[in-house]
């Protein structure tokens, strides 16, 4: 079985894949300060609960912007699984995906997963919102080549920001709010957090495609994207197994 790790900013997916699908996920809160020997104990309990152990997995798969995380996660497939892992970035590891950026260096390793994750499904030039600790908009071709994108401050952070720069300003929940006029502080905050992130994405969405001028299909993912369905105009689809889409599609280029 294939473990397949997503190392965010805020959150750290594992995902167990058998060989025919996905047979559990979990997220838990990225701690760079988090041990291979710590991370093994959390998850053999969670394999525990699906009537898996540790000795079940037999390959690992890793996609990190944490390089602290990095070396644990390593050190945790090669200890508790017997295998050297698959990681995005790692010299020798094919994507297939083209990267055409000024830098290609600088290209995210998740932001890379998810344009390889989402050209499996979708055909043609696309858009893909991932809405995490940032906010990122990615194009990428009708061949597969990733062009370039942009990033924003992700929703918890803004809200967060506006919590702590402003003493009087509380600490709220992301809400869809009824009105667009808030009648109090909370619901002053919730309609311009919400609010203001969906014209974010339309609006972004909408320069993207007149840059490019041409037919662009718009895929949302990442741990708040669902928050967003129904009042994103220019959304087509919401996904949230674009990334260990991608990690698995990784694993079958590059496996052993």
């Known amino acids: 079985m294939l473990l397949a790790i997503d ?6 997916l594992f995902a167990v894949h058998d060989g025919e699908g996905w047979r559990a996920q979990w997220r838990t809160a990225t701690y760079s300060g988090r041990t291979a020997d710590e991370y093994a104990v959390w998850l053999n309990q969670l394999l525990q609960l699906q009537e898996l152990t540790l000795k079940d997995l037999t390959g690992c798969v890793i996609s990190s912007v944490v390089p602290q995380s990095l070396f644990n996660l390593r050190n945790l497939a090669r200890r508790y ?12 590891v094919d994507l297939g995906v083209g990267v055409k950026l000024t830098r290609p ?10 344009a390889l994750g989402c050209k499996i499904i979708y055909p043609g030039a696309l858009i893909i919102v991932d809405s995490g600790t940032a906010t990122t908009f990615d194009v990428v071709s009708a061949e597969g080549d990733f062009e370039g994108g942009v990033i924003a401050p992700g929703i918890n952070l803004s809200m967060q920001a506006l919590h702590q720069a402003a003493a009087r300003l509380p600490r709220i929940a992301i809400e869809r709010p009824e009105r667009v006029v808030g009648k109090d502080t909370v619901g002053a905050m919730q309609s ?21 001028a041409r037919p662009m299909t718009v895929i949302a993912t990442g741990g ?9 105009e220019t959304i087509d689809h919401f996904d949230p ?16």
Do not use: H, K, M
Not at 81 to 92: L, R, S
Not at 196 to 211: F, K, M, Q, S, T
Not at 224 to 232: D, K, P, Q, R
């Open 7 to 12: 190392c965010g900013n805020t959150n750290t």
């Open 81 to 92: 699984i017997g295998a050297e892992p698959v990681v995005v970035g790692d010299a020798g």
């Open 105 to 114: 260096q600088e290209a995210g390793a998740d932001r890379l997963v998810n």
């Open 192 to 212: 311009g957090v919400f609010w203001g992130y969906i014209d974010l994405i339309d609006g972004l969405v909408r320069r993207i495609r007149a840059e490019y």
């Open 224 to 232: 708040v994207a669902s928050l967003f369905e129904g009042a994103a």
């Open 241 to 256: 197994d674009v990334t260990i889409r991608g990690l698995l599609e990784v694993w079958r280029r590059n496996a052993p």
